[in-house]
């Protein structure tokens, strides 16, 4: 057999492998949501908080204050997600419901955008589909596709803008250009930091030589911007840029943003290896290509995003979610430099092709857990359902447990409270002395304070200072339900 025919059993190999395992995921990602939207197996207390957003903006309040009338808040997320899931669970009834079908359309709309952009650069229909897939079968963008928070929003919205910034029609190019604008602004008020999408395109324009589309798209994108920071400082009555000022850091040292690169691939590493296998290729991938033509679009947007990704890493409390842009950009590319580079093609269809093969046995691997476990949709009802209703507010360390009962959140987010009571303790003051003096009908934990982690978790990552101690005094242990551990004050223990 010759080499030229060898190369097409390969080729051919290649292609069933993508379309085959293509198929086989799409099948068990169906499979996960469905499941996931009837049990709701990922509620953590960070969706709980993104939740609590949404349920405070459908009662009047856009960003409740670090200490107010209803309670605690402290928040750096921007609002577009939990503003359209609020909006939305007036259709869909319940916000969690109306959160999960957000997150749920704005992945599969990323997949769609995904596949605009690579077609409008050339990309074959074989090499684009492999990077769609490949971009929705990692960890990361599962978690984006299964659980209540903005980054598949923020990043939908990110690669739509690039792909409408490209568009082939000249007659209509300007039009393109500010609704590319348009919705490089949506992506910024779904995340802060989602507007690595807008600086590629700019330095690309920049380095093309395109300086009329790139002051036009510029001018569009920043009164966007300026747009989403003047409804957001309005719409909360001036206290959200106070909030993100004393919340943005996370807490965080320059020494623990020295080691901003460690700690993202350690998070690669330990939390999504399937995004490892694309990453590490893209990467030398999308350098050599970049030295040979330094101008094009998803090499100049992948080391941009990679750059922005390592700087997030800096700040405490930044987890697997934030490597979701740098995921696609890496899929992005790796297809993007095969379908350039003839010596690339086969050995980088190869990659696709292995990386689809691994991230179906991990997906396999997800769904066949996914069956066994139990539903914390049903586990959160009866945990409610025992909790004494005497008018007293209710301290979760999940606030969606406290959403579910129809209550009004007392405490946004234990991590953040954490990290402004430590800036200034005053503000802490109120919930100690709630707890000193039982003012709460319950606190309900997700860790155990009795054990060497679970103190350590409330004393560096949540609640602070002498949390436990407080509770240990005037609280104990009453009953478990899931992963949730009720206590209830000392004077109603039998």
Same mark, same amino acid.
């Given at each position: 057999m010759?080499s030229n025919e060898?190369?097409k059993v390969?080729?051919?190999l290649y292609?069933?492998?993508?379309l085959?395992?293509s198929?086989?995921?799409a099948?068990m990602?169906?499979?996960r949501v469905v499941?996931n939207? /009837? ?10 908080a993104?939740? %609590?957003?949404?349920?405070d903006?459908?009662h009047?309040?856009?960003y ?5 009338p ?5 928040t750096r997320?921007f ?9 939305l669970s007036?259709i869909?009834?319940?916000?969690e ?7 749920a359309a704005?992945?599969l709309l990323?997949?769609?955008?995904c596949?605009v952009?690579?077609?409008?650069l050339n990309?074959?229909l074989l090499l684009s ?7 929705v079968?990692?960890?990361t963008?599962?978690?984006a ?5 903005g980054?598949?929003l ?7 803008g690039?792909a409408?910034?490209?568009?082939p029609?000249?007659?209509e190019?300007?039009?393109w ?14 995340k802060l930091?989602t507007v690595?999408?807008?600086?590629s395109?700019i330095l690309?324009w %920049?380095?093309?030589?395109?300086f009329?589309d ?7 994108t920043c009164l966007g911007y ?9 719409g909360?009555?001036? /206290?959200a840029l106070?909030i993100?000022?004393?919340?943005a850091?996370?807490?965080g040292?320059?020494t ?11 998070t690669a590493?330990e ?7 694309f990453?590490v290729?893209a %990467?030398a991938?999308?350098?050599s290509?970049?030295?040979?033509i330094p101008?094009?679009?998803l090499?100049i947007?992948f080391?941009?995003v990679?750059?922005a %990704?390592?700087?997030i890493?800096?700040s /405490?409390g930044t987890?697997?979610n934030?490597l979701?842009?740098?995921?696609v ?7 993007y430099?095969t ?14 092709a292995?990386g689809l093969v691994v991230a179906s ?5 997800d769904?066949?857990?996914d ?5 914390r /949709?049903?586990e959160?009802?009866?945990l409610?359902?025992k ?5 007293r507010?209710i ?7 406290v959403?579910?009962?129809?209550k ?5 987010d234990?991590?953040?409270f954490r990290?402004f009571?430590a ?12 707890l ?5 009908s319950?606190v309900?934990l997700e860790?155990?304070p009795?054990?060497?982690v679970?103190?350590?978790?409330y ?8 949390f ?6 005037n609280?104990?242990?009453s009953?478990s339900v899931?992963?949730e ?7 109603t223990?039998p």
């Open positions: 010759s060898d190369s390969v080729s051919r292609s069933v492998t993508i085959g395992s198929v086989v995921i099948a990602l169906a499979a499941l939207f /009837r049990n709701l197996y990922y509620m953590s207390h960070v969706q709980g993104w939740l %609590t957003c949404a349920y903006f459908v009047g309040v856009l409740r204050p670090l200490f107010g209803i309670g605690y808040g402290g997320f609002p577009l997600y939990f503003v359209l899931t609020g909006s007036r869909f009834g319940r916000l419901d109306a959160g999960l079908i957000l997150s704005s992945v990323l997949g769609c955008g596949f952009l690579l077609r409008r990309v074959s589909l492999a990077a769609v897939v490949a971009v079968s990692a960890a963008t599962q978690e596709l299964l659980t209540a928070k980054d598949g923020a990043a939908m919205l990110n690669i739509w690039i409408l910034c490209l568009s029609n000249n007659k190019k300007r039009i250009l500010y609704l590319g604008g348009a919705l490089f602004s949506l992506a910024f008020a779904a930091t690595f999408g807008f600086a395109v690309v %920049t380095l093309s030589r395109r009329e790139m002051a036009r798209l510029g001018v569009a300026v747009a989403v920071v003047s409804a957001i400082y309005f909360s009555g001036g /206290r106070e993100f000022r004393v919340c850091s996370g807490g040292s320059i623990y943003a020295l080691e901003a690169p460690l700690q993202m691939i350690g590493l939390y999504d290896p399937v995004m490892v296998v990453l290729p %990467t991938f999308a350098f290509y970049f030295k040979k101008t094009e679009i090499p947007y080391f941009v990679l750059a %990704t390592t700087v890493f800096g /405490r987890l697997s934030h979701l842009d740098l995921h950009a890496g899929v992005l590319v790796l297809a430099s379908s350039r580079n003839p010596a690339f093609a086969e050995i980088g269809t190869g990659i696709l292995a046995l991990q997906i396999a691997t769904l066949h857990y069956f066994g476990k139990p539903s /949709r049903t959160m009802r009866q409610v359902e909790i004494p209703s005497d008018g507010p301290l979760a360390e999940n606030a969606f447990v959403v579910q009962s129809g009004t959140p007392y405490l946004l234990p991590f953040m990290v009571t800036r200034y303790p005053v503000l802490g003051v109120e919930l100690r002395d709630k000193a003096h039982q003012g709460f319950a309900v860790r155990d009795d054990s060497e679970g103190r350590n978790w004393k560096d990552v949540h609640f602070g200072g002498t436990v101690q407080d509770l240990e005094a609280y104990s242990f009953y899931g992963p551990s009720v206590y209830l004050p000392k004077a223990q």
